[in-house]
């Protein structure tokens, strides 16, 4: 008998709710809305693709460790799932790693994906 896998349920469940919103298609298209800002990751890029090249856009050496690492919090303070990279140059990555949910604007919904500070979106 095979055991389920709760995070992985977790992510397809993720995933069935918000449609491809969660998977990278590298095209940047915002087609799910018309002010949804566009994903940056490579086509099919999984966490580490789509951190890679979060890194690249913001002048980070893809092999470069973050100087440090914290608890990623939202804009009011609160914990959020997920970690905020440092890197040495003073960027910081956020990896928001349960997405987001909008019931009051559904085409804004996203998948897990990286912040960078100008706002942008890598999907994986």
Excluded: W
């Amino acid at each position: 008998m095979a055991l389920e896998n709760p995070s992985a349920t977790k992510i397809s469940s993720l995933r069935l709710l918000l449609g491809n919103a969660g998977c990278g298609d590298g095209t940047g298209s915002t087609s799910e809305g018309a002010n949804r800002p566009p994903n940056l990751s490579p086509k099919n890029a999984r966490r580490n693709g789509a951190f890679r090249e979060a890194k690249r856009k913001n002048g980070i050496p893809v092999s470069e460790q973050p100087k440090k690492v914290t608890p990623n919090v939202d804009k009011r303070g609160n914990s959020q799932p997920g970690k905020i990279y440092e890197f040495e140059n003073g960027v910081k990555i956020r990896d928001d790693s349960a997405g987001h949910i909008f019931n009051d604007n559904p085409t804004q919904n996203r998948g897990s994906h990286f912040n960078d500070p100008a706002g942008n979106h890598y999907d994986y």
